[in-house]
T-cell receptor, first 112, second 116 residues
């Protein structure tokens, strides 16, 4: 079956530091890949997505590239802000199956 | 356009009691999903409705959980009787008719269930 493995957290960074959260996946077929974010006290929000190999998703300064050869979708941001503190989830969705498979989530804390 | 809404936002009950969670999907979305996050672990799939029919309920943990989707609109998830291990955050998501390439799901804020 499908599975997603995320870098273990929590992650604590200083403001303006570089962020990488690793994500690798196992899936049959050609899944779509997602990063979701959950800010404190809020629900899940889609941060970015990529639907095929070599696609790069980007939003709010975050980026992730769909790497089929390494089955990875690592999240990066060049300069984090305090407001980026949240829980980040990597996920995949097989269009045929419909449901999404999530990683464990990585808690990011950015300190001023 | 209103997003996915869930009610209640928090529920605290005692072991053995019954709790019913409600999800209102985005209007016009045929697909409705329930997920659960327990103890800071991954968000796990519970089940998937297409309109009023259960498309996939492979993630339902046991027969204490009953999900319905009346008339293909809102959905309820009932836990009866609740056990301690049912504590967690229950998320609902909806999406339009499954597309050819990907299935973007819109999530609700979740219901935090605590069983004492």
């Amino acid at each position: 079956g499908n599975s997603v493995t995320q870098m273990e957290g929590p992650v604590t960074l200083s403001e303006e530091a570089f962020l990488t959260i690793n994500c690798t996946y196992t899936a049959t077929g050609y899944p779509s890949l997602f990063w979701y974010v959950q800010y404190p006290g809020e629900g899940l929000q889609l941060l970015l997505k990529a639907t095929k190999a070599d696609d790069k998703g980007s939003n709010k300064g975050f980026e992730a590239t769909y790497r089929k050869e390494t089955t990875s979708f690592h999240l990066e941001k060049g300069s984090v802000q305090v407001s980026d503190s949240a829980v980040y989830f990597c996920a995949l969705s097989d269009w045929n199956a419909g449901k999404s498979t999530f990683g464990d989530g990585t808690t990011l804390t950015v300190k001023p | 356009e209103a997003g996915v809404t869930q009610f209640p936002s928090h529920s605290v009950i005692e072991k053995g009691q019954t709790v019913t969670l409600r999800c209102d999907p985005i209007s016009g979305h045929d697909n409705l999903y329930w997920y659960r996050r327990v103890m800071g672990k991954e968000i796990k799939f519970l089940l998937h409705f297409v309109k009023e029919s259960k498309q996939d309920e492979s993630g339902m943990p046991n027969n204490r959980f009953l999900a319905e989707r009346t008339g293909g609109t809102y959905s309820t998830l009932k836990v009866q009787p609740a056990e301690l291990e049912d504590s967690g955050v229950y998320f609902c998501a909806s999406s339009q008719e499954q597309g050819r390439f990907y299935n973007e799901q819109f999530f609700g804020p979740g219901t935090r269930l605590t069983v004492l």
